[in-house]
T-cell receptor, first 110, second 114 residues
Framework: KQEVTQIPAALSVPEGENLVLNCSFT??????LQWFRQDPGKGLTSLLL?????REQTSGRLNASLDKSSGRSTLYIAASQPGDSATYLC?????????FGKGTRLSVIA | DGGITQSPKYLFRKEGQNVTLSCEQN?????MYWYRQDPGQGLRLIYY???????QKGDIAEGYSVSREKKESFPLTVTSAQKNPTAFYLC?????????????FGAGTRLSVL
């Protein structure tokens, strides 16, 4: 059964710092991996989707990488801002619907 | 604007009562999903449907029921058999053309027990 782990569970950084969030999964037979953002009490917003054949995707200050063979993905956030404060979740899709990690709660301090 | 609408935003359930959470999408998506989120936890799949009049149980289907009579609608009923219903419920949808399409989420319904 697919399991997704996100480390760290929480992270606090000063504004302007570059940071990396980590996601690992146990079954490498995936179709894609998605990174989502969730603000408190809100739904999820898709940030980036990486197909299994891709190595990375970029959107603005965000870059996500995928190493399917090692079961790992990273989300890189450049020049962090207080508005980036949220919980970031990764999820993988295979023969079953999306399986989610528990998320990393990010606080960017001004 | 296209999107997913969940209602109500807040819902209270009395003991022994069934309650229904609404989810409507106008994205013309084939697949719809219901997740439950508890504090500090990831999302757990309750039910999903890939086509009208068909649905499958997820990891935590006990105490819940769904229907998919229309492509746009996928209501979730929390029955009295669900003994710990307090949670944040999220509905999502995606197109199933090909594989690996973005999943879109509603704003959620927070259910509490009176």
């Amino acid at each position: 059964k697919q399991e997704v782990t996100q480390i760290p569970a929480a992270l606090s950084v000063p504004e302007g710092e570059n940071l990396v969030l980590n996601c690992s999964f146990t079954d490498s037979a995936i179709y894609n991996l998605q990174w989502f953002r969730q603000d408190p009490g809100k739904g999820l917003t898709s940030l980036l989707l990486i197909q299994s054949s891709q190595r990375e995707q970029t959107s603005g200050r965000l870059n996500a990488s995928l190493d399917k063979s090692s079961g790992r993905s990273t989300l890189y956030i450049a020049a962090s801002q207080p508005g980036d404060s949220a919980t970031y979740l990764c999820a993988v899709s295979g023969n079953t619907p999306l399986v989610f990690g528990k998320g990393t709660r990010l606080s960017v301090i001004a | 604007d296209g999107g997913i609408t969940q209602s109500p935003k807040y819902l209270f359930r009395k003991e022994g009562q069934n309650v229904t959470l609404s989810c409507e999408q106008n994205l013309n998506h084939d697949a719809m999903y219901w997740y439950r989120q508890d504090p500090g936890q990831g999302l757990r799949l309750i039910y999903y449907s890939q086509i009208v009049n068909d649905f499958q149980k997820g990891d935590i289907a006990e105490g819940y029921s769904v229907s998919r009579e229309k492509k746009e609608s996928f209501p979730l009923t929390v029955t009295s058999a669900q003994k710990n219903p307090t949670a944040f419920y999220l509905c999502a949808s995606t197109s199933i053309e090909g594989q690996g399409n973005i999943q879109y989420f509603g704003a959620g319904t927070r259910l509490s027990v009176l």
